[in-house]
């Protein structure tokens, strides 16, 4: 029998321990337990508040609390929750369009739930396409070394991150990888005057090796942004373009965070001026308030999927991908971000975030500090000298001490085992400028060990 006059915190507490499994993390006992949310902040069962700094995991992209989101999901839910799937409905219709128009190209849209499933969409496609046009060997796919691309066997396979796959494996086959474009720690070795883009031709060099023949796509983010921020040269992407278009590889564009403005602009390829053939995307399209994911697949290739006869169709079946209330919901949320103009907000965000937190770089624990609109990364070391990563300890020292002052951040990296020395931002698009004040004082106090009013 429930004891009404028990404490609630506990008694979830106690159903917690006994019942969930949580995501992510080792056995956590002691999990904070979120009640609720508004705009940029999170409260607990105690009525803590904290400023999600995250964005939760890089997707509450226009807040938390959105009544639009919340009207816009009851008003689809008691209009039309569910259709068969072979036809179609309005709300789907509309978000396929508009999901072209941010594109800036002629793509047809898959819908699907999350990110790896978008991923796993876009490796089947990429497959079946060649198939269809004769080149029945170009199988294989080519992602870079600490690239994350989801939790399904395709999407870990192409993932780049030893530590989240060596218990699960093997994998999806098929699936081979290059250094990334880590100017701060060049795996080649060079230096800003001397880079010749090697990074880029470890892809052609891949290629060769494993033979053009059999190569079917390329997988990339426009940065690699949970496996540590990393931001390549602004050459990199047209020089994947160049090498896929001459081996007739795909590019898949993995946009799952770095769509819908995270970036500064709509989708972070465009910051290159480069044209995907595949592009993915998922978490900030409904900022999280709905599952939803999309594959969108350019106009050239869908035309292989439409030839008169024989089995040309994609068959692939997803019973909840293109959900009405789904896509209802990112309807609502692209709305938003077009009405309150939150992608130019992100790249405002971007720099202002990048004066304020430039004092960070005099402390000797900074390596580097790297951009993408109003995604951040902060690269944790011994000294800057040796570069030796920061021990897993100190990172969650930081961590530790943000999270005592109200600022939920994050932290990446997990190549090398036992470390996780990249620390990582990517706040709501609707932080306010006294908002990101806090931000930066937070992390003086905690790096410095000084408050503004001390200082
Ligand atoms: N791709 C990237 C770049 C991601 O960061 C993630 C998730 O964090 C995924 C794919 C997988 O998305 P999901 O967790 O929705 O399956």
Redesign the pocket.
């Known amino acids: 029998m429930n004891d009404l006059n028990a404490d609630p915190k506990a008694e979830w507490l106690k159903k917690d321990r006994t019942y969930l499994w949580h995501h992510i993390s080792p056995h956590n006992d002691n999990p904070i337990i979120f009640v609720s949310g508004e705009g940029a902040w999170l409260t607990d069962a105690d009525g803590n508040r904290y400023f999600d700094g995250m964005s939760g ?2 997707c509450v992209n226009v807040g938390h609390g959105r009544e639009e989101i919340a009207q816009a999901a009851a008003k689809q839910m008691t209009t039309l929750a569910y259709t068969p799937l072979t036809q179609s409905h309005v709300p789907a219709i509309e978000l396929a369009a508009k999901i072209n128009d941010w594109l800036d190209g002629e793509y047809r849209i898959f819908f699907s739930n ?3 499933d978008a ?1 796993e969409v876009a490796f089947k496609i990429a497959r079946q396409y060649h198939r269809q046009n004769g080149k029945l060997g170009k199988h294989k796919f080519i992602s870079r070394y600490r690239a ?4 399904s066997m395709g ?1 870990l396979g192409a993932t780049g991150q030893a530590q989240r796959k060596l218990k699960y494996e093997p994998l999806g086959i098929g699936f081979s990888h290059v250094p990334p474009p880590y100017c701060y720690r060049c795996p080649f070795g060079q230096q800003a005057d001397s880079c010749r883009l090697e990074c880029a031709q470890a892809f052609e060099d891949a290629i060769i090796g494993e033979g053009a023949d059999s190569v079917a796509a390329v997988i990339m ?1 426009p940065v690699i ?2 496996g540590g921020m990393i931001v390549p040269p602004d050459s990199y992407l047209p020089r994947i373009r160049s090498i896929c278009d001459k081996y007739d590889v795909l590019l898949i564009m ?1 946009e ?2 770095c769509g819908f403005g995270r970036s500064g602009q709509r989708f972070g390829h465009l910051n290159y001026g480069v044209r995907p053939d595949i592009v993915t995307m ?2 900030g399209m409904t900022s999280a308030y709905s599952p939803l ?1 999309a594959t969108a697949v350019s106009a050239e290739l869908y035309a292989c999927f439409k030839i008169p006869g024989g089995d040309n169709h994609f068959r692939h079946v997803n019973t909840f991908g293109g959900n009405p209330v789904s896509c209802a919901v990112a309807l609502e949320n692209i709305n938003i971000l077009e009405r309150e103009e939150l992608v130019s907000r992100s790249a405002q965000i971007g720099t202002q975030l990048q004066t304020l937190l430039s004092p960070l770089r005099e402390h000797p624990n900074v390596g580097d500090i790297r951009f993408f609109g109003s995604a951040v990364g902060i690269e944790l070391v011994d000294d800057p000298i040796s570069k030796t990563p920061a021990r897993s300890d100190r990172v969650a020292g930081i961590i530790a001490a943000c999270f005592s002052k109200g600022l939920l951040i994050g932290k990446n990296g997990d190549t090398v085992p036992g470390f996780m020395n990249i620390l990582t931002l990517c706040p709501p698009f609707i932080t306010t400028d006294d908002e990101l004040d806090y931000i930066a004082s937070v992390l003086s106090e905690v790096f410095f060990g000084i408050s503004e009013e001390d200082a």
């Open positions: 995991l890089w999350s990110g790896s991923n994350y691309h989801g939790n999407a983010e942004t949970g993995d799952v965070i998922a978490k994911s």
